[in-house]
């Protein structure tokens, strides 16, 4: 077995290309996007959106991203820096990606910046993501999350 941990996006995913192989499937990649929105998440306020993993293939996130932008009327759509705190489950196996609730900015960067995984996650078909967000300023915000990857489709060879 190989290390995980020291490759690039393109290395790690020829290299799980490899191991589908070796069980017998040929893999294509499609870079693909999940995305869920809070729109508006109100001051002060917490709410949870479930991201469902589609059963047509698994999904390998290499990214994550955050666009924050204010929500009150006659705003002039300019991007903020919210102070919103986040927590990610990874419903399959019941982890979660942090132990507890943290600023947005430490797991999805900011629109400009966005959150690079360490290493890409892999999201087995039919499987959910549960995202949470707590907004701890008074007002109200619309948030956008992306979590950008690409999709394995697998094939029998």
């Not at 192989?21 to 917490?46: I, N």
């Not at 994550?64 to 196996?93: K, Q």
């Amino acid at each position: 077995m190989f290390d995980f941990y020291d490759y690039s996006s393109a290395r790690f995913l020829d290299a799980l290309a490899d191991l589908y192989e070796k069980q017998g499937y040929a893999v294509s990649f499609l870079p693909f996007t999940y995305s869920c929105d809070f729109l508006p998440l109100l001051g002060q306020t917490t709410a949870s959106r479930t991201v469902e993993i589609g059963a047509d293939a698994d999904f390998v996130a290499t990214m994550f991203n955050a666009v924050t932008y204010d929500a009150t009327p006659g705003d002039n759509g300019e991007l903020i820096m919210a102070r919103l705190l986040c927590s990610v489950v990874v419903d399959n196996n019941q982890r979660s990606l942090t132990n507890i609730p943290t600023t947005i900015q430490n797991v999805y960067g900011t629109g400009p910046r966005p959150g690079q995984l360490f290493k890409p996650l892999i999201l087995p078909a039919n499987s959910t993501m549960t995202v949470q967000l707590q907004n701890v300023d008074l007002g109200d915000y619309n948030v956008r999350l992306s979590h950008v990857g690409v999709k394995a489709f697998l094939a029998q060879q």
